[in-house]
């Protein structure tokens, strides 16, 4: 039976679609979401301090650092949980990893090698994303097998490594319903898919779409990671 892992969003950006700007992001507040994401099923709480949203606007490592690594300390410290944090930048990551983080999301595609050195450095888990146009399957599929051979280089060991094809991210609704539907082709790499799905602008933004987008990439032989803003709803909708 294929694994179906559950990552929690916890944005600590005020600049976020979901929960950022609608709450005061207090110790209390997040470590409640946190609490009650592992509660309604998250195995990873995926932390991030820099909005991604189309037309975002770039802010400082310091102030991305300043919205993220306390909080991972915290839960690390209250709550049994793995961390991912989400960022492309290297200041960052290592103060995430040095706070507790076990995942780097790292959304860029190793656009800095240093991320992946600080993967390894920290024996952590390393997301490659793909972003921009889908040329074909195996265009991607060139850009993952190059990827890896860095962060292998780099000292990451193929355990470590996952992989995820950026849904959103440069790519149109047709696009990204195309890799959703042929998840199975990068089944060669015997390495876990992270799909981000829930709540991107192809989907409608409901959750409904969301779940119907996360249904087809249940077809892949892989273990599956689903980042999802509603965990207790993919969660029951997944036991059906």
Known sequence: ?????????????????????????????????????ITQG????????QSTRPGYTEISAEEEITRTAPFISLIKQEIKAKISVDSYKAPVIKTALQ???????DISGLKDENIAKLAADYNAKLVIMHSGKVKNLENISEFFEMKIKQAKACGVKKENLILDIGLGFGKTAEENW?????????????????????????TGKTLDNSLKAAKSALKIKAPLILRVHEVKETKEALNL
């Open 42 to 49: 998250a195995s990873i709480i995926d932390i991030g301090g």
């Open 178 to 202: 195309f890799l959703l539907e042929n998840l199975s082709y990068f089944d060669n790499f015997d390495l876990p898919m992270l799909i981000g799905a829930s709540r991107k602008r192809f």
């Open 99 to 105: 706070a507790g983080a076990d995942i780097v999301n």
């Open 1 to 37: 039976m294929q694994k179906v892992i559950l990552m929690g969003i916890l944005n600590t950006s005020p600049e976020s679609f979901f929960d950022g700007g609608q709450v005061e992001l207090t110790q209390d507040y997040v470590l409640n979401k946190a609490q009650n994401l």
